[in-house]
């Protein structure tokens, strides 16, 4: 069995370690590029959403490497995530590719269907080997949250432009050679020891933002057209609002025992959205509640195009930003997409940031003053 998945930020580095621990040949897709964009928008439909596009691109590229079983995940509820994996398999079927399809979903409390499809990909490996792959992956991950985390708040502070990334990529590289909890503790703790000595300089004036939107958009760089490293650059503190280790808490082990996760959430989008509309429409707008409560400057909200649950949450973002006193700059992206309009825009809100922080730190020193 060569086995491939779709891409999804660092997770390759996570399921190329798993998949090689359970004793199968792994092929990664190619890293995304111009190309698997193309692949993809020329054999998907028109309108469906940017992930599905890039996706069906990895799953080409991989084929054509010679992988013969898929792994994809699935979803449940109002959203099109529920048959992306059955509309990619028709397509790259109609493609003429020989392949197998093996689709994790949700469990929603049936493991044993999720169980049944992990057989398949575990073969004769023994349970003692399987936990043990399983929890060095969970390290690998809960790790490269930890590592990303820590970037996104050293970058803005980076002394000399691209140095922060440069240590990450060299943080990467320690965490992939890792097979076991232990070399995953060392590996992260010389990431963070070459980020720790990056040097930084003083911005007290630092913008705080919050990234918020759909999952797939926040955590793949390519589709995001790297806005977490544009905006380190210009010397802002990002804050993302979900991370692989929390989006795996709450929608495979949670959900395994029928228990509900992002609570803190849910609660805090409450006054503006009570019902689930798929997807991450309701967390996008309880992120940025909280993160309207937590002082931050402003939030910036990532959706593909068309992407029905952050429709639903764009349209009610004008209100939270009004009750809650937080700007927001609500992006929609697709393949035609550019990096120098985004930048543009992004230069555009931040100034807009700034102008709005110095006018609240004068009316702040004018209401001091007067009181003396
Ligand atoms: S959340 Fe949006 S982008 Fe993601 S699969 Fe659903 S419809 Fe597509």
Not at 250 to 275: F, M, V
Not at 279 to 295: K, L, P, Q, T, Y
Not at 332 to 352: H, K, M, P
Request: glycine share 10%; proline share 5%.
């Amino acid at each position: 069995m060569k086995v491939t998945f779709p891409h999804l930020g660092s997770l390759s580095i996570v399921l190329t370690g798993l998949l090689q621990d359970f004793g199968l040949e792994v092929i990664p897709p190619p890293p995304i590029t111009k190309k698997t964009i193309d692949l993809g928008v020329l054999h998907a439909p028109e309108f469906a959403c940017l992930p599905l596009k890039i996706n069906l691109g990895n799953f080409i590229e991989a084929l054509e490497l010679g992988a013969d079983t898929i792994v994809m995940g699935g979803g449940t509820g109002p959203c099109r995530f529920g048959y992306y994996a059955q509309v990619q398999r028709e397509i790259l079927q109609d493609l003429g590719f020989n392949f197998q399809m093996i689709v994790l979903e949700p469990p929603q409390g049936q493991v044993s269907k999720l169980v049944d499809k992990l057989k398949i990909l575990c073969g004769n490996k023994r349970p003692g080997e399987i936990l043990q792959a399983a929890i060095t992956a969970w390290y690998k991950i809960k790790a490269l949250d930890k590592l990303q985390g820590e970037v996104l708040k050293c970058r803005a502070f980076e002394l000399e432009k691209g140095a922060t990334s440069k240590a990450y990529e060299a943080g990467l590289s320690f965490l992939q050679a890792a097979r076991t909890p232990a070399q995953v503790k060392t590996g992260l703790k010389k990431g963070l020891e070459l980020l720790a000595g990056v040097k930084q300089k003083i911005n007290k004036d630092a913008l705080r933002v919050g990234l918020i939107g759909e999952v797939y958009m926040l955590l793949e760089p390519f589709a995001n057209l790297q806005v977490e490293k544009l905006l380190g650059e210009m010397g802002v503190v990002v804050e993302r609002s979900v991370y692989l280790s929390s989006w795996i808490t709450e929608h495979l082990i949670l959900s395994s025992l029928r228990l509900p996760g992002g609570l803190a959430t849910k609660k805090a989008a409450a006054k503006y959205i009570k019902q689930f509309v798929g997807g991450h429409g309701r967390e996008s707008v309880g992120d940025m509640v909280r993160f309207a409560r937590r002082g931050f400057d402003g939030v910036i909200h990532i959706l593909p195009f068309t992407c029905t649950p952050e429709i639903v949450a764009q349209s009610i973002l004008p209100i939270v930003s009004r009750q809650e006193g937080i700007p927001y700059l609500s992006v929609s992206l697709d393949e035609q997409s550019g990096e120098a309009g985004f930048i543009t825009r992004l230069e555009a809100f931040l100034d807009l940031l700034k102008q709005r922080r110095h006018k609240t730190q004068n009316q702040a020193f004018k209401l001091a003053t007067a009181r003396r």
